[in-house]
């Protein structure tokens, strides 16, 4: 079964919305590389971390949209070498809630056509 969701570019305007998703993922499991308690950032740092991956041509932030929430997220953060500019690292999260429903797919397929 799929879920209705939409996956798009973050946009600033949402910043409190994405911050207040990340903090929910990261009490929601452990196999995140940042934990709970290491995640500090205020809207604002947000908003700028929007920005930046926004920015970037080598980096993208991701995040799955359902009913104006958002539910899931990828970012894709390219090196700043001129011999890694094209390798990336990749980090995926989807609210356990819509586990199962094909969010992350929709996720990693929306990150192989950007």
Same mark, same amino acid.
């Given at each position: 079964?799929?879920?209705? &969701?939409?996956? #798009?570019?973050?946009?600033? &305007?949402e910043a409190g919305a994405v911050m207040n998703m990340k903090r929910h993922l990261l009490r929601e499991t452990n196999t995140l590389l940042q934990t709970f308690e290491e995640y500090d950032l205020d809207v604002d740092e947000?908003?700028?971390l929007i920005r930046r991956f926004g920015c970037l041509d080598n980096s993208a932030m991701l995040i799955a949209v359902a009913e104006r929430t958002p539910i899931g997220m990828l970012t894709l953060q390219g090196g700043t070498l001129a011999r890694n #500019?094209?390798? &990336?690292?990749? @980090?995926? &999260?989807?609210?356990?809630?819509?586990? @199962?429903? @094909?969010? @992350?797919?929709?996720?990693?397929s929306s990150a192989v056509a950007w």
């Open positions: 079964m799929a879920l209705e &969701a939409t996956v #798009r570019e973050a946009r600033e &305007a947000e908003r700028y #500019r094209h390798v &990336a690292q990749l @980090g995926i &999260a989807v609210r356990k809630a819509v586990w @199962g429903f @094909g969010v @992350g797919r929709r996720l990693m």
